[in-house]
Structures are given as structure tokens and as C-alpha cells.
């Protein structure tokens, strides 16, 4: 599998959250090879089993699909258009981005930006509803190509950096996604000691929403969440960031259960796969918090790869975690039964 071609599809398709669609059917046309059952379901969730043997545990593997964006919610007397955030998008780096508002047709529009020289309050980040958005419309003409409720995107190209890295949006999560699917290509002729459920969820952004659903209706065994977290940057705090390269992030939490925790670490040990260890003193912001209380509960853990810039159009990552990632669920799925 190639893996930079795998993550460049399915950062292609929109999918702001509550409008995941175009990038679930993505996903599912890649999820197809290793899970012909696979399916997009009312919510936006993809959903995709493979039974091996009737006998064995369910394993449940999630990322999520959804991704940060905006929402129009008022075109004024001038036609610019107003809107709030779908998901935590981060404001700061908004102002004279160029966007694209999904609306009867995909129209380009560019985020409002008050020159410095007449600016106060000189470095403070708008709110999303501080926005607005100028497409060089009239209000008549607007509303015949936009609607209230379209969602909006910050235009931005998958692109390949030095050093095996790559940014685009969305990266926050199918960088996740990739991963589990390169851990179905690495198993897809070996054995194994998991039925295995795939679940690409809807609406994490909004509350694991997606999440909640699909996890009571599969009711696994035990489940593995794969999420991105914060990669450090020059000058970022050595305590609340993990380096880029430096492989997987296995995650510790009260949530999260310490059997499998120790069995993730210990097989990236013995399997020489680069790791580093992630500690949260509650609950992890991922679905294995929701998932964990799904149902009489599910044993859950938590595989996070760093990333920079979340939550923004130029989310980074390096292609060495995303592998690494993948290499320790493979192993997992093929180990010992938890």
C-alpha cells in the first residue's frame, strides 16, 4: 500500500463535521479491498467487519472521519456572509485565507482581514462569529448560490514536505484513518487472533457522536481508538508535545485500560517499533472515551501520531508515525488475545 497516495485520497473530499459524506464514501472505496461488506451508514459513519473465525473476539478499530470547518449562518445587506465553527477550528490563522463555501456550486471566497493600521486589539484571535467572509457577492446573488448552513473550507493542497512529511487539512484524522488501513494491508495474508470491526466515525469533533452510535451497535470485545495529538514545534513545551519521527503515541489514562496499555507498549518493544508514551490525567478528548462506556464497557486503547498546526489547513504530520502507527495495530491483531 502506499501510504502518501492512501492519505492524499482521503484528504481530498470534504467532510466538514455533520456533512462527513464525500470523505466517507472515500474511505469506503479503500476500505473495500480488505472489507467488502463496508458501508456508509445513515450518520456518515463507515462501518466494515472481517470474520475470520466465529470463536475469536471482536476487535474494534475507530478513527475518526469528520474534520474542523465552518458553517454559514447569516449573508448581510452587502453579501458577505457570516459563520460559525463546526468543530474547534483554530481562528488565529482565519484572516485572508482564501475559502471555499459549499454551496450549489463550490464558490471562492476569502476571509475578511482588517489591515494592521487601522486595527485594535492588535494580535487578539477572533471568534468564529467575528468572521466574515467576502465571495464578491451582492446579497441577492449570493442567496442564489448559498444557502444557510453550507460549509465552508480553508483551501489549502495536500503536499509533500522534506523529510517525509506532509501537510494538509484534515489531516486531523485520516492520518488515522491511513494508519488502520495499513494495518489491514500489513495482516491481509497472516494470522490472526481478532474478528475485526473497522469504524471511520462521524461527528468526533462535535462529541464523538459517530462514535457512540456505531460502538453500542457492534458491541466489541475490546477496541483500539486512533487519533492524532500534538506534535512539538520550535520552542513548544517538552511536556505537552511529542516529537514528529519519533514513532507512535501509546496513551495512559484513567480511561483507558492499563492491560492493554502495557500490551501496545510491550509489542512496540519487542517489535522495534519507535514509540513514545502519552499520559492524561482524565479523559483522553478521543472516542475512546466514549466507546470505553459503551454498553457494560469495552476495554480501550488509545494510538495517537503526533501532528502540528491542529486543527488548522496546514496540519502536518511525518509519514514514519503514520507507518508506525499501522505496524504496531498489525502486531497487535496477530499477538496474544488481551
Not at 466538514?16 to 451508514?41: M, Q
Not at 484524522?173 to 489491514?184: E, F, K, M, P, Q
Not at 462521524?202 to 500534538?230: H, K, M, T, W
Request: proline letters at 4%; hydrophobic letters at 45%; a negative charge.
Amino acid at each position: 500500500m502506499n501510504l502518501k497516495e492512501t492519505l492524499s485520497i482521503l484528504c481530498e473530499p470534504v467532510g466538514v463535521a455533520g456533512c462527513e459524506f464525500p470523505a466517507s464514501n472515500a474511505a469506503r472505496e479503500l476500505l473495500l479491498k480488505y472489507a467488502p461488506n463496508a458501508e456508509v451508514d445513515k450518520f456518515g459513519n463507515v462501518v466494515g467487519t472481517i470474520m475470520f473465525d466465529e470463536n475469536l473476539p471482536v476487535l474494534l478499530l475507530d478513527a475518526h472521519i469528520d474534520e474542523i470547518g465552518m458553517i454559514v449562518n447569516f449573508i448581510d445587506e452587502n453579501g458577505f456572509l457570516k459563520v460559525s465553527g463546526a468543530g474547534g477550528i483554530d481562528t488565529r490563522g482565519l484572516p485572508a485565507q482564501m475559502v471555499t463555501v459549499w454551496g450549489k456550486k463550490p464558490v471562492k471566497g476569502v476571509v475578511c482581514a482588517l489591515p494592521p493600521h487601522v486595527k485594535k486589539d492588535e494580535g487578539k484571535a477572533l471568534n468564529a462569529d467575528e468572521i466574515s467572509i467576502d465571495c464578491g457577492f451582492t446579497k441577492e446573488s449570493a442567496q442564489e448560490l448559498i444557502s444557510l448552513g453550507d460549509v465552508v473550507t480553508i483551501d489549502a493542497e495536500f503536499a509533500e514536505l522534506q523529510g517525509g512529511k506532509v501537510t494538509s487539512r484534515a489531516l486531523d484524522d485520516r492520518a488515522g484513518v491511513a494508519a488502520i488501513l495499513y494495518a489491514l494491508d500489513l495482516i491481509k495474508t497472516r494470522k490472526v487472533n481478532f474478528n475485526l470491526a473497522i469504524l471511520f466515525s462521524a461527528q468526533e469533533e462535535l462529541g464523538c457522536r459517530g462514535a457512540v452510535i456505531s460502538a453500542f451497535n457492534i458491541a466489541p470485545n475490546l477496541s483500539i481508538s486512533v487519533d492524532v495529538s500534538y506534535g512539538n514545534y520550535p520552542g513548544s513545551p517538552e511536556n505537552k508535545t511529542w516529537k514528529l519521527g519519533a514513532g507512535v503515541m501509546v496513551g495512559n489514562s484513567p480511561v483507558l485500560d492499563k492491560t492493554l496499555y502495557s500490551k501496545l507498549v510491550n509489542i512496540a518493544k519487542n517489535k522495534n517499533i519507535p514509540c513514545q508514551v502519552e499520559v492524561m490525567g482524565g479523559k483522553t478528548g478521543t472516542t475512546a472515551d466514549v466507546i470505553s462506556i459503551a454498553r457494560t464497557g469495552v476495554k480501550c486503547g488509545l494510538l495517537s501520531i503526533p501532528l502540528r498546526n491542529m486543527h488548522t489547513a496546514a496540519e502536518l504530520v511525518q509519514l514514519s508515525d503514520i507507518e508506525a502507527t499501522g505496524k504496531l495495530i498489525s502486531e497487535f491483531i496477530m499477538g496474544e488475545i488481551v
